[in-house]
């Protein structure tokens, strides 16, 4: 702490205040910080801020390891706040949502062998998730019970599994639920699932959007606490669907396999059937170790339901976050409308060439206090992906703890509106990589980067 500093930081904060704490005001005030005080630092600043050098002399200076701290707090965050929070239309029919989804949500392992346990409900729903699947069977007793089917995991009671839910359903958003059931019971064992539901559930049970007197399926509202059942059917389409036929709450479930050659066949078809009615992804049953593909080509396509497989922390999952994170992790992330409407071929390496594309300028300047390996050799190395494309940043030898890269990178966005940016540090040696650190978030998440910006600037934060 350097004299001076708290109190030109106390009075940007209620300057901030002032104005609500509105993200827009952070760039001037961080501007504003510097020209005031950071006489001892080479850092430009717009020439209206600048100060006359009489004035200049009489300010108190800040030092360069308390001006990183202050660049590295909140205040100095690209994260847009607003998106903390819901920002979104939520009155729309459900087919124009991204909906977070799990796959086979009881395993906290793999496919085959791992434990089945309903913790696993009362986690994923508290991290924003909002379908979840439930794989029923005939169990002893006439009590339907829950597992993976054909394989040695575990075995846990349906009606457990349905009381976590009730419990943990609303304890992060109050957005409906969606419980996807693979039923494998026979009819007694139905009944006493219907029993189960009806008795725990209660009154939180949404079964009017399964009438086909309202096709509509809106989210009735916004927050409804309401529970809704989708029994899980796999089911092939031809182009002689319409939208008189299907319902913005009907889903249909493919395999990941199934869906890419769909999008390798018939995008601008799929992409249409997206506008009508629920898609669910699932995994292909060749990932016995639970791992997960690459979302991206699916929401790209406007595939609402992308089950994923939570247990498996890393890179997918991390796209995932950022991708909800959007509309305040509440589950439910509104479609542009471009997927809404109208057809194009979501594969295409131009696939709105109508549209004028943006460009994404990022500066980065360096890491700061990056943990490094015992055993590390060399030093470390960044990736910037954005879409689908990937730069890597020169290697920064023998300077792991505060690497300077000083790298600009220039992406061009196609789809800005659905489009993620990865950043990811390693460290680099002959015989592999260990991972360092990695934020991932939203194009539209970028502090006065929307896309109607072209340029916007970054601070690289790596975590543990």
């Known amino acids: 702490i350097v004299p001076g500093f708290n109190t030109a930081l106390a009075a940007s904060q209620s300057v901030g205040h002032r104005y609500k704490a509105d993200h827009r005001c952070t760039g001037l005030l961080s501007a504003a910080l510097v020209c005031l005080m950071c006489d001892s630092i080479k850092y430009s600043t717009s020439p209206a801020l600048k100060l006359q050098p009489a004035r200049r002399a009489t300010l108190p200076e800040i030092r360069e390891t308390s001006f990183t701290s202050y660049m590295r707090s909140p205040v100095g965050d690209i994260y847009?706040?607003?998106?903390?929070r819901v920002n979104q239309d939520m009155r729309q029919p459900l087919c124009n949502y991204y909906i977070a989804s799990s796959h086979n949500t009881y395993l906290m392992g793999d496919q085959l062998m791992s434990q089945s346990r309903v913790d696993m409900y009362a986690w994923v729903l508290q991290a924003g998730c909002r379908c979840v699947e439930v794989d029923c069977w005939d169990g002893p007793d006439g009590e339907p019970i829950v597992h993976h089917g054909y394989t040695l995991t575990s075995k846990i009671l349906f009606r457990d599994v349905i009381e976590t839910i009730n419990k943990y359903a609303f304890a992060k958003t109050d957005y409906p639920v969606i419980l996807s059931i693979e039923n494998h019971c026979s009819v007694p064992q139905q009944k006493a699932m219907a029993r189960h539901l009806c008795e725990v559930l209660g009154d939180?049970?949404?079964l009017t959007s399964v009438s086909t007197d309202d096709p509509s399926g809106c989210l009735a509202g916004g927050a409804g606490k309401g529970v809704s059942i989708s029994v899980t059917c796999v089911l092939f389409f031809t182009p002689a669907h319409t939208p008189a036929v299907s319902c913005s709450w009907q889903v249909s479930s493919f395999s990941e396999a199934k869906t890419h050659q769909l999008l390798l066949q018939k995008?601008?078809?799929y992409l249409r059937f997206n506008q009508w009615q629920l898609s669910r992804i699932y995994p292909s049953s060749y990932r016995v170790d639970s791992s997960n593909f690459n979302p991206q080509p699916f929401w790209n396509a406007g595939c609402q339901l992308v089950a994923l497989n939570y247990q498996s922390e890393g890179r997918v999952l991390q796209l995932n976050r950022a991708k909800f994170n959007t509309n305040g992790n509440?589950?439910?992330?509104l479609k542009p409308k471009f997927m809404t409407e109208g057809t194009?071929?979501?594969t295409a390496e131009e696939p709105l060439p109508t549209q004028s594309k943006k460009q994404l300028v990022l500066r980065i300047i360096s890491g700061q206090q990056l943990p490094k390996p015992k055993d590390s050799m060399l030093g470390d190395r960044g990736e910037v992906s954005a879409r689908n494309s990937l730069i890597i940043i020169n290697i920064i030898l023998h300077s792991g703890f505060n690497p300077m890269?000083?790298?600009t990178l220039v992406f061009t966005m196609h789809m800005p509106e659905i489009a993620l940016v990865r950043f990811l540090v390693w460290d680099h040696d002959p015989?592999?990589?260990?991972f360092i650190g990695q934020r991932t978030l939203a194009f539209t998440s970028n502090i006065g980067c929307s896309v109607h910006s072209n340029v916007c600037g970054t601070l690289l934060r790596a975590k543990n």
């Open 330 to 333: 509440c589950g439910y992330v």
């Open 204 to 206: 939180k049970l949404d």
């Open 80 to 84: 847009n706040p607003d998106h903390n």
């Open 405 to 407: 890269w000083e790298e």
């Open 431 to 434: 015989i592999g990589r260990d």
């Open 267 to 269: 995008p601008h078809h």
């Open 344 to 346: 194009f071929n979501p």
